[in-house]
Every structure is written in structure tokens, then in C-alpha cells.
């Protein structure tokens, strides 16, 4: 558990630890022992929210890797969000639910150039249910592939998150496995396969963001996997 603690803090995180560290000690400058101990509990809570470890990321072209931590909570079929300029036809949509103990930093699922990144305002509803995905606040990432398939990244805040952070622009290029963003405190993140890829993850199962292989883009191409660190 203390390997958790000793990675690196996102800068956003910063302020927050700083608050809880503040009250805690305003808290034991007034010897209220009922307010100390909580307020100690959430500063090492937000130490541990706002860690941003390194990740081993493959880095063969023909694979989609994981962009969220969390648990895969759905694979359906669901036409993408207008904005990213995907088409009316469904495509597989993986969803990863993020919990509040989760590595909240959402990582760019292959080499890319950011085509799209569109925020749309809406409701907080529980980031488990299926129609968060089109009624929740969201940011959306179309990523263009140099072969020139897109593939599609949705921040997709819950009823606890109430922030969505984007790193990207338009136009600017992307390795896989970058940062590029967080949502706090607790979210979702939805991956959208394009048309012939073969998925490699199942409903339950657990991400690591940069890490976990989900899909392939080119079935039985793919090479023998290497990683490198981000």
C-alpha cells in the first residue's frame, strides 16, 4: 500500500491535499480529536486519488490500450456521440467505470493525432448507468490514426465527479499511452472500437490505464510486445 502513496501527484491534486492537510491541522491545533481523525483520513485519501504512477505502455501500432483505470462495466453496441463525427452506425462501446480509489488519469489508447475534443454540458447522473453516456456532462477525443481509421475517447463525469480535465488540443499529436486528462472524483470513461477490431476484454474485467491491451486493430498482425514508461 505504501508503493501507492509514493508515486508522483498530479498537479490538479495539489490544492486539494492542501485543504484537507489544512483542516487537519486546524483540527489538532484545537484538540477536536472527533474532526482530526476524518479530515486526517481524507488528506491521505486525496494523496492517494491524485497519484499518477508510470505505466509500461505497448507500443506495437495495431493495438488499442486501456485508457482508464477501473472495471469494464459494458460492452454494447451504441451509435457514437454526434460530436465526434463517427456516423450514425453503432459501434463497440467499452465503458470503464472509474471508482473514487481508481488512478483517475485517462491516457490516450494509441499513437494519434487529436482530430475532435468537444465538451458537452449535462446532467450528473450515476456514471453506471447506461444512459450516462448520452445524458452526462462529457468531453469527447476523436483520435486520428495515421492509417486514418478514428478512434473515439468520451470523459464522462458521474454524479460524484463534477470536473472533467482535458490536456489536448486540436491538431496535436499523441503517443500511446499519453495523459491526456482526468475526470474527478469518480467517472467513466467510454472507448469507442472502430469497424474490424477484434476485442479483447469482457464486461468485469479490470483496466490499467496505459497497460491492459483492449483491442486489435488489425487481427493477426500484431508483433511480439514491448513497453516503454510514461
Known amino acids: 500500500m505504501l508503493a501507492n502513496f509514493l508515486v508522483p501527484i498530479i498537479d490538479d491534486g495539489w490544492r486539494f491535499i492542501a485543504l484537507f492537510a489544512g483542516a487537519t491541522f486546524l483540527a489538532a491545533l484545537t484538540g477536536a480529536a472527533w474532526l482530526f481523525w476524518p479530515l486526517f483520513v481524507l488528506t491521505l485519501w486525496s494523496i492517494y486519488f491524485f497519484r499518477d504512477p508510470p505505466r509500461g505502455v505497448p507500443q506495437e501500432d495495431g493495438l488499442l490500450i486501456a485508457p482508464a483505470d477501473g472495471l469494464v462495466q459494458m460492452v454494447v453496441q451504441a451509435v457514437p456521440p454526434a460530436e465526434l463525427g ?18 483517475h488519469i485517462n491516457r490516450a489508447p494509441c499513437a494519434a493525432t487529436v482530430d475532435v475534443v468537444a465538451y458537452r454540458p449535462g446532467k450528473f ?54 495523459r491526456f486528462g482526468h475526470i474527478r472524483f469518480g467517472s467513466r470513461t467510454d ?30 498482425r500484431t508483433e511480439p510486445r514491448t513497453a516503454i514508461e510514461f
Open 86 to 103: 463517427l456516423g450514425d452506425q453503432p459501434l463497440t462501446r467499452v465503458s470503464i467505470f472509474l471508482s473514487v480509489f481508481d488512478v
Open 125 to 178: 447522473l450515476n456514471a453506471n448507468a447506461d444512459k450516462a453516456s448520452e445524458e452526462n456532462e462529457r468531453m469527447a477525443l476523436a483520435l486520428r490514426r495515421a492509417d486514418g481509421r478514428i478512434i473515439g475517447c468520451v470523459q464522462i463525469a458521474g454524479w460524484v465527479a463534477r470536473r472533467i480535465v482535458c490536456y489536448v488540443k486540436p491538431g496535436q499529436a499523441v503517443a500511446a499511452g499519453e
Open 191 to 220: 472507448l469507442y472500437l472502430p469497424a474490424g477490431a477484434r476485442l479483447l476484454v469482457a464486461a468485469g474485467q479490470r483496466m490499467i490505464g496505459g497497460e491492459t491491451v483492449m483491442a486489435e486493430l488489425d487481427p493477426g
